[in-house]
């Protein structure tokens, strides 16, 4: 079974007529048994994808929010096993797209290939992992995430050049993931004429793969604003922060807001 | 067999740049310009005369007399202790300087532990006159007063990481996150043989100077350029990349790393990376890491915060790996022990980095006519407070 003869659960979301909003949040936090709870009322409120964070000890890509939720979910006990348990039944009683995010050195450890096949019988559709080089992929990893049915999702920023997005859009199968700003990720203040350049120019390069942008987007002024040229956006810190203050039970107002 | 480096930037299988695309311009930028500026004759010309003029090299390699009787063989001390700002850290900062200012980068960032990576590099940033910023755990900050102080003399910023242990490696986190935020006018002045490739090798290159001075200094001191054995203590292993370097392909050379046992290598409290450390990636390198079972980095301890660092640089783990460096862990307590040794044997006051590789030679015999070589890394100044409270001076 390969990519190509099933189309993976991103494929198909991202054939549908709508700008997609896709949310971030660390496993684990705020409570360690909160991690099926958030799919599913994530899902229930119209969310069309989500990004299940594996919390690591040294998040280099990651500004104060989000290393904060994941030295909590790791004091809290989440760990690769404790999260693949968590999700053992997720399919039962949730549809839409499922990402894991990660860094990848607790891969590694897990075991690349037996990762990939854990995440296949749960019914993963994607890994981001931010400190997996494009290269080292290609040349390593990509026929593993392949044999699984596994869409992995890579990064550009502003400072990508055109020939290594060009590299990146070759070697993706579902969606291109926009840095909006050379930054760690956490809530900007909004957008400039900068990024909506920058949007728009890789927008016009009319790319195989849709693009997603993320960082930086925390309400529904900054969701229109990152998905006038793109695909959807992804939401992170924002809601973290959201957690942080009102727990898991009112994830319904988070996600209307954006949505209106 | 070569040990150093390969063109894909891997030390056999470690090395290699792990790092978020975010930082990939940055560290393209590096890896595609710094072979060729090292080249230049102008560039090789201002690095030699500031080692020249403002480090105060070549440094001495001492024949340690008394230290030798005492354990009966012969013992060099590679003296980069006399270095300006006490150890050998400013052979790279003042490499890095000049590389990043040939890139055109205004703004320099660093990590720092115990401080001194950060003096020295607060201290090339007023020889040039660029904005410095040093990165520096807040529990680090509260233990090392005097050296924050000079940092601060000298006209740095220091800026305290809040984030996981507070300690080197978030330090060394936020660095990078900083320069995660500021990907154009910035060079990140990584303190040791650690981080994406090319900074081990480019740092291994500008240590390099060490083994260079020792091969003639040894040539004139005992006809040979090739000692037996050539010792080093190992926290990232910059110190280490420079004594050996020049030997790492002639295995007639023997290389011994001392890493820190701190309480003990099974105590829970160690730093001994090579026994207790297993692949992974750190900092952006496949190296050995001291981690959890589920690829969480765990936090080192040793006495001394020079070799606290819970990873080590991927030619060191080659080295370990390929069985072309001996390993040592050295408890606290024997490497303080060894501190003192030498002040009294040989009236030099140690780091305590250093100390771990100087008590070797109560755990290793070497033959009477075995030439050692011993990288005395970095001057005590800076441990004073350490030494007074465990010797209750
Ligand atoms: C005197 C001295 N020796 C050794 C070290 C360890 O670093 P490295 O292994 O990179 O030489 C340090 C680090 O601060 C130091 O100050």
Redesign the pocket.
């Given at each position: 079974m390969t990519i190509d003869n099933i189309m993976n659960r991103i494929q198909i979301k991202l054939k549908e007529d709508k700008k997609l909003l896709s949310i971030y949040f660390t496993a684990g936090y705020p409570n360690i048994n909160d991690t099926v709870t958030i799919i599913q009322n994530l899902e229930k409120n119209g969310v069309d994808m989500i990004e299940i964070g594996l919390p690591f000890s040294d998040p280099l890509a990651d500004g104060p929010t989000i290393q904060a939720s994941s030295t909590q979910a790791l004091k809290n006990g989440m760990t690769t096993e404790v999260l693949f348990n968590q999700l053992k039944d997720i399919r039962k009683t949730v549809n839409i797209p499922l990402v894991i995010m990660g860094y990848f050195n607790p891969m590694l450890q897990y075991g690349v290939e037996a990762f990939c096949a854990k995440c296949q019988e749960i019914g993963i559709d994607g890994l981001i992992i931010p400190d997996l080089p494009v290269d080292v992929y290609h040349e390593e990893y990509k026929a593993i995430f392949e044999k699984h049915g596994l869409i992995n999702v890579f990064l550009i920023t502003p400072q990508t050049s055109v020939e290594r997005i060009n590299y990146i859009d070759s070697i993706s199968n579902g969606f291109i993931y926009i840095v909006s700003s050379a930054s760690t990720t956490g809530a900007k203040s909004g957008f400039g004429d900068e990024q909506t350049n920058y949007f728009k120019r890789i927008a016009n390069m009319n790319l195989n793969n849709p693009q997603i942008v993320g960082f930086g987007i925390s309400n529904n002024e900054t969701f229109a604003q990152a998905t006038q040229y793109a695909k959807g956006a992804i939401i992170g810190s924002a809601f973290i922060k959201y957690l942080t203050n009102n727990g898991v039970d009112k994830i319904d107002s988070f996600v209307k807001q954006i949505l209106t | 067999m070569s040990y150093n480096i390969n063109k894909k930037g891997y030390y056999g299988k470690f090395g290699g740049a792990f790092i978020p695309e975010m930082l990939y311009p940055n560290v393209e930028e590096l890896r595609q310009n710094y072979l060729k500026v090292m080249a230049e004759p102008e560039f090789k010309k201002e690095f030699n005369q500031l080692l020249k003029d403002y480090v105060g090299r070549p440094s001495p390699l001492y024949f340690a007399k008394r230290l030798s009787e005492k354990y009966n063989t012969k013992i060099y001390l590679k003296r980069?202790?006399l270095n300006h700002t006490g150890?050998?850290?400013i052979n790279n900062t003042i490499g890095q300087i000049l590389m990043a200012m040939r890139l055109g980068k205004t703004r320099i960032i660093a990590e720092t532990?115990?401080g001194?990576?950060g003096v020295a590099t607060a201290t090339v940033c007023a020889l040039m006159g660029l904005e410095c910023i040093v990165y520096m755990g807040d529990i680090d900050i509260a233990r090392q007063a005097p050296n924050v102080a000079r940092m601060k003399m000298l006209g740095a910023e220091v800026r305290p990481a809040l984030s996981g242990s507070r300690t080197l490696k978030d330090a060394t986190n936020e660095a990078i996150r900083d320069w995660i935020n500021n990907p154009v006018n910035t060079h990140y002045i990584i303190?040791?043989?650690v981080g994406p490739h090319p900074y081990p090798d480019m740092v291994a290159r500008f240590q390099s100077v060490v083994s260079e001075e020792i091969q003639w200094q040894l040539k004139e001191q005992e006809g040979s350029s090739k000692p037996d054995y050539v010792v080093?203590?190992?926290?990232?292993?910059?110190?280490?990349a420079g004594v050996y370097y020049h030997y790492l392909d002639d295995e007639d050379v023997k290389l011994i790393a001392v890493e820190a046992a701190g309480k003990g290598v099974d105590s829970g409290a160690s730093a001994a990376t090579s026994v207790l450390g297993k692949e992974g990636i750190i900092h952006g390198s496949k190296t050995l890491l001291m981690q959890t079972k589920d690829g969480q980095i765990t936090e080192p301890y040793s006495i001394s915060?020079?070799?606290d660092y819970p990873g080590v640089?991927p030619m060191h783990a080659h080295l370990y790996k390929s069985g072309r460096a001996e390993f040592i862990s050295i408890t606290d307590d024997d490497a303080m022990t060894a501190g003192l040794e030498m002040c009294k044997l040989e009236g030099i006051i140690p780091?305590i980095?250093?100390s771990h590789a100087l008590a070797v030679f109560d755990k290793k015999q070497f033959n009477k006519n075995d030439i050692v070589v011993v990288s005395l890394?970095?001057r005590g100044d800076k441990d004073l407070d350490t030494y007074i409270n465990h010797f209750k001076l």
């Open positions: - | 980069e202790d150890a050998h850290k532990g115990a001194q990576h303190g040791s043989v080093a203590c190992i926290g990232g292993g910059s110190n280490a915060a020079g070799l640089g780091a980095e250093t890394s970095g």
